[in-house]
């Protein structure tokens, strides 16, 4: 089958998009999964978190939606069918300020088992940032291919990125893509990792809306696969990742959260109960992404 990254159309299984591999196989083994962290880049684990808490936090995303006017009227509520105007959602803040209304999306994503999990795989007590970032993609949306450090790189560089569907994911609904290997580019790790988005002022921070250009390029190969509730895929700050676009009717739930050793020094924006997030990105005339990769030769 084909699917949609931005622009481009790619076959799964073809030269530019394959499967993820799942590691549950090796789950209870400690030093394999951090043998495969560094081997892969990534840590797909399925039914990670509770199945049931996953779905019943995304009964909380669709009742806000819903009070948002953004479902459709005449569907029922768990479908969530994207309402005429098309308009997704993102809800992010701090723990603090979401435990009123998502009480259920913390209990998945701030639970004992995932925080034991992170305390295992890094070997020493972690903390998760208090800032969240849940989101609904409605049809058409996508993102572009980026590393996460740009934006939040002002503490420890060892941050670990868990991207949560809420709910079962189709490649249809537009689910997470990896570059395999892109924690190797060294020449983009020295100019484009180098950026923090509230120093610099660059445009969407993506390094490209084209995967194909990446791969031409730099090398590697996109991967993605399909995710059931309750499954969750866990990342590096240099993991070039992109999104599939959403070419269905309903809305893509998903959630960003992240995790480091506690002994660590955390990115202050996003910490506290009211982190200050991206406080000076977009506040002067932006630099276009065209134009910073110009400079820095990539």
């Given at each position: 089958?084909?699917?949609?990254?931005?622009?481009?159309?790619?076959?799964?299984?073809?030269?530019?998009?394959?499967?993820l591999?799942?590691?549950?196989?090796?789950?209870?083994?400690t030093?394999?999964?951090?043998?495969?962290?560094a081997?892969?880049?990534?840590?797909?684990?399925?039914?990670?978190h509770?199945?049931?808490?996953?779905?019943?936090?995304?009964?909380?995303?669709?009742?806000?939606?819903q009070?948002?006017?953004?479902l459709?009227?005449?569907?029922?509520?768990?479908?969530?069918?994207?309402?005429?105007?098309?308009k997704?959602?993102?809800?992010?803040?701090?723990?603090?300020?979401?435990?009123?209304?998502?009480?259920?999306f913390?209990?998945v994503v701030?639970s004992?088992s995932?925080?034991?999990?992170?305390?295992?795989?890094?070997?020493?007590a972690?903390?998760?940032?208090?800032?969240?970032?849940?989101?609904?993609?409605?049809?058409?949306?996508n993102?572009?291919?980026?590393?996460?450090?740009?934006?939040?790189?002002?503490?420890?560089?060892?941050?670990?990125?868990?991207?949560?569907?809420?709910g079962?994911?189709?490649?249809e609904?537009?689910?997470?893509?990896?570059?395999?290997?892109?924690?190797?580019?060294?020449?983009i790790?020295?100019?484009?990792?180098?950026?923090?988005?509230?120093?610099d002022?660059?445009?969407?921070g993506?390094?490209?809306?084209d995967?194909?250009?990446?791969?031409?390029?730099?090398?590697?190969?996109?991967?993605?696969?399909?995710f059931?509730?309750?499954?969750?895929?866990?990342?590096?700050?240099?993991m070039?990742?992109?999104?599939?676009?959403n070419?269905?009717?309903?809305?893509?739930?998903?959630?960003?959260t992240?995790?480091?050793?506690?002994?660590?020094?955390?990115?202050?924006?996003?910490?506290?109960?009211?982190?200050?997030?991206?406080?000076?990105?977009?506040?002067?005339?932006?630099?276009?992404?065209?134009?910073?990769?110009?400079?820095?030769?990539?």
């Amino acid at each position: 089958m084909n699917v949609q990254i931005g622009q481009r159309s790619l076959e799964m299984g073809g030269s530019y998009l394959t499967e993820l591999r799942s590691s549950n196989d090796i789950m209870n083994d400690t030093e394999a999964l951090r043998e495969r962290l560094a081997e892969d880049g990534y840590l797909l684990i399925r039914g990670l978190h509770d199945r049931n808490q996953v779905l019943s936090a995304r009964t909380e995303f669709l009742q806000s939606m819903q009070e948002m006017g953004r479902l459709d009227p005449a569907s029922p509520l768990e479908q969530g069918v994207i309402g005429s105007e098309n308009k997704g959602a993102m809800w992010g803040k701090s723990a603090d300020e979401l435990k009123d209304s998502f009480p259920q999306f913390l209990n998945v994503v701030n639970s004992s088992s995932v925080m034991d999990f992170f305390e295992r795989l890094l070997g020493g007590a972690a903390l998760t940032y208090d800032y969240k970032w849940p989101r609904a993609v409605g049809h058409g949306g996508n993102t572009g291919a980026h590393y996460d450090i740009v934006y939040m790189g002002r503490g420890t560089k060892n941050v670990y990125t868990m991207w949560t569907p809420f709910g079962d994911t189709s490649l249809e609904l537009g689910t997470l893509a990896l570059c395999l290997g892109s924690q190797h580019f060294d020449k983009i790790k020295q100019t484009y990792g180098e950026m923090d988005v509230d120093r610099d002022n660059v445009a969407t921070g993506w390094f490209s809306e084209d995967p194909v250009e990446i791969v031409d390029t730099f090398g590697g190969q996109w991967a993605t696969t399909t995710f059931e509730a309750g499954d969750a895929i866990i990342f590096g700050m240099y993991m070039m990742h992109a999104s599939l676009n959403n070419t269905t009717n309903r809305y893509r739930l998903s959630a960003d959260t992240r995790y480091q050793l506690a002994a660590e020094p955390a990115d202050e924006r996003w910490m506290g109960s009211k982190p200050k997030g991206h406080y000076a990105w977009g506040k002067t005339p932006l630099k276009t992404v065209d134009q910073a990769r110009k400079e820095w030769g990539v």
